[in-house]
Each structure stands twice: as structure tokens, then as C-alpha cells.
């Protein structure tokens, strides 16, 4: 193992063990398939136009089950010295219903072995009920009166992001505003997410891809798996992975063309989890705009 790669790694277990705070927010099995949707520093990496959308249908066993879709687009500025990009997410559980929209911007610093980018987004979140699915007792409820009205509050991220050509490693800290709506309303606290990555290169077209993610919340609650996959002549893929504390996870992508991609998976919850509801569903599309010998996005 190289230095740079110790380093790398180093700074990767510090990231997950240092003190951080925030809510466990989204998780998608597929997180690998465009990085910039769990980091904002990786804005322009593709070094042409990237859009991606997700779609997760979470607990389909269960009444009120999480469902999130989001929507993202990222481009390089500057002859790729920054990166810009923008991030929408709609999410429901339950009765709760919430919506983030985010601009970001990236820079980036050519090293000799590879790049290093560190980013700022700003945006805004709503947070509301869906009264349609609430059936209220007491109206006169003190408490309820609280979360009549959807509340709006303002998102502010920061991250860094590193890449060689087959390894990658980076770390986002969003909700730095830390929004408050009450004791029994919503609350937005920071949250941080970190991500390391490696492509290894089987033979002359295909690829083993390894990722993993950290995810860890104010509440001291914390989320981490990994996943490995292997693309057939680059075009293919079949994976599996395990998510801490919850189960196994299996994946599958198909690259039509350079540009285009699409990826699916099932999560396999353990036999506890299964008791009380059925797996989860994922699908995410992704289109990459050609331009001359524009890079593929399986290598960094």
C-alpha cells in the first residue's frame, strides 16, 4: 500500500470517529453510481454535464413507509478548475413530508497523483404534514397546533473530495444552520457523510468496484455499509453489499453507453427486520453528456 493510500484511508477513519452531529437523512444502496449526490465537492468530476435521478421505495411491507426521490445535475466551470452543480430531494414518511433544493460550488487543486476539490452549497428545506393522513383526536391540541403549517428553514453544506484514477475518498457535513421549530416540531441538525471508494482493474474490460459509507447523526446514531460490484466488459454489473445492523443488499447496473446508465437494487433485510416489514426498492438513471474523449464515469 502506497503512501498516498495510507493518507487517504487515515483521513477517512478520522472523518467517521471524530465528533460530528445531524439526522440520519436518505440512504440509497446506489450512492456509487454518482457520487455527488452523497458529496458535493465531486460537482464536475464527470468533466461534462451529469444529471441523475433516484427513486427508493423503502419498507413495502409497511403503511407510511419512507419514499424519496431526488433529482441532481452537475457540470466543471473554468476549463475544469471548479464544478457547479444543484440538488433536489423529496422525501415522505408517514405523514411528514420534506424537500430540499441546494446550489453548489466546487474548486479544484490538481496534485501530482490525483485531485483534491472542497465545496459549499447553500439552499433551503421544508418540512410539513400531510393532514390528509392524520387522524386528530384533539384539535384543540396545543401541541398539534405546532405543526399545522409547513416551515421552511435555510441548508448550508460544506465538503472535500479526493480522487486518483482508481480510488476516491471524501466527506460532506451538511445542515450547518441547525434549524429549530419547536419541541415537538422539526428539528435540522448537522449531519456528516463520508465515502471511500477503489476500482480495480480485473481484466482488459472488466472491473471490481468496492464503496463503502458512513453516515453518522447528532442523536449519536450511526449508519455504515459497503458493497462491492463487478462490471463485465464494462457494461454489466452485479454486486451485493451489507448495511450494518439492518441486512444485505443486492445490486445491479447496466452501462448502454458511456453516458448512459441504470442501476437497481434490493435490500434483503435481516429475518428480525423482516418480521415487521418486506424489503426496499431502488432505481436510479443517469445520463453523462458526451464531449470529444470525455472520461467514463466507472474511472476517476
Given at each position: 500500500m502506497n503512501t498516498s493510500l495510507r493518507w487517504s484511508i487515515s483521513i477517512f477513519l478520522c472523518c467517521c470517529l471524530s465528533p460530528?452531529?445531524?439526522?440520519?437523512?436518505?440512504?440509497?444502496?446506489?450512492?456509487?453510481?454518482?457520487?455527488?449526490?452523497?458529496?458535493?465537492?465531486?460537482?464536475?468530476?464527470?468533466?461534462?454535464?451529469?444529471?441523475?435521478?433516484?427513486h427508493r421505495q423503502q419498507w413495502t411491507g409497511l403503511e407510511g413507509g419512507p419514499k424519496?426521490?431526488?433529482?441532481?445535475?452537475?457540470?466543471?466551470?473554468?476549463?475544469?478548475?471548479?464544478?457547479?452543480?444543484?440538488?433536489?430531494?423529496?422525501?415522505?414518511?408517514?405523514?411528514?413530508?420534506?424537500?430540499?433544493?441546494?446550489?453548489?460550488w466546487a474548486y479544484r487543486i490538481r496534485l501530482a497523483n490525483g485531485t483534491l476539490n472542497f465545496a459549499l452549497a447553500g439552499g433551503a428545506s421544508r418540512n410539513g404534514i400531510d393532514w390528509n393522513r392524520v387522524h386528530v383526536l384533539d384539535i384543540e391540541d396545543p401541541q398539534i397546533s405546532q405543526w399545522e403549517n409547513a416551515r421552511w428553514a435555510p441548508l448550508v453544506n460544506a465538503a472535500f473530495f479526493y480522487s486518483r484514477k482508481n480510488?476516491?475518498?471524501?466527506?460532506?457535513?451538511?445542515?450547518?444552520?441547525?434549524?429549530?421549530?419547536?419541541?415537538?416540531?422539526?428539528?435540522?441538525?448537522?449531519h456528516l457523510k463520508s465515502v471511500l471508494g477503489y476500482h480495480k482493474k480485473v481484466r482488459k474490460d472488466d472491473q471490481l468496484q468496492m464503496a463503502g459509507l458512513f453516515k453518522w447523526s447528532?442523536?449519536?446514531?450511526?449508519?455504515?455499509?459497503?458493497?462491492?460490484m463487478y462490471l463485465k466488459n464494462n457494461r454489466v454489473g452485479l454486486g451485493a453489499?451489507?448495511?450494518?445492523?439492518?441486512?444485505?443488499?443486492?445490486?445491479?447496473?447496466?452501462?448502454?453507453?458511456?453516458?448512459?446508465?441504470?442501476?437497481?437494487?434490493?435490500?434483503?433485510?435481516?429475518?428480525?427486520?423482516?418480521?415487521?416489514?418486506?424489503?426496499?426498492?431502488?432505481?436510479?438513471?443517469?445520463?453523462?453528456?458526451p464531449k470529444g474523449k470525455v472520461k467514463s464515469i466507472r474511472y476517476l
Open positions: 460530528a452531529w445531524g439526522q440520519q437523512e436518505w440512504g440509497y444502496g446506489q450512492f456509487a453510481m454518482n457520487l455527488f449526490d452523497i458529496n458535493i465537492a465531486y460537482a464536475g468530476q464527470h468533466e461534462t454535464p451529469s444529471f441523475g435521478i433516484r424519496s426521490s431526488f433529482v441532481s445535475a452537475h457540470m466543471p466551470l473554468a476549463q475544469n478548475k471548479m464544478g457547479a452543480g444543484i440538488r433536489f430531494l423529496t422525501e415522505s414518511i408517514g405523514a411528514r413530508q420534506q424537500s430540499t433544493f441546494q446550489m453548489a480510488f476516491y475518498i471524501g466527506t460532506e457535513l451538511g445542515q450547518l444552520t441547525r434549524s429549530y421549530y419547536g419541541e415537538t416540531s422539526f428539528a435540522q441538525r448537522m447528532e442523536a449519536g446514531e450511526w449508519q455504515a455499509e459497503c458493497n462491492v453489499g451489507y448495511r450494518w445492523n439492518y441486512g444485505a443488499v443486492i445490486l445491479a447496473q447496466i452501462h448502454f453507453t458511456d453516458q448512459f446508465r441504470i442501476g437497481l437494487n434490493y435490500d434483503l433485510a435481516s429475518q428480525a427486520i423482516q418480521r415487521i416489514y418486506e424489503g426496499s426498492f431502488e432505481f436510479f438513471l443517469g445520463y453523462t453528456l
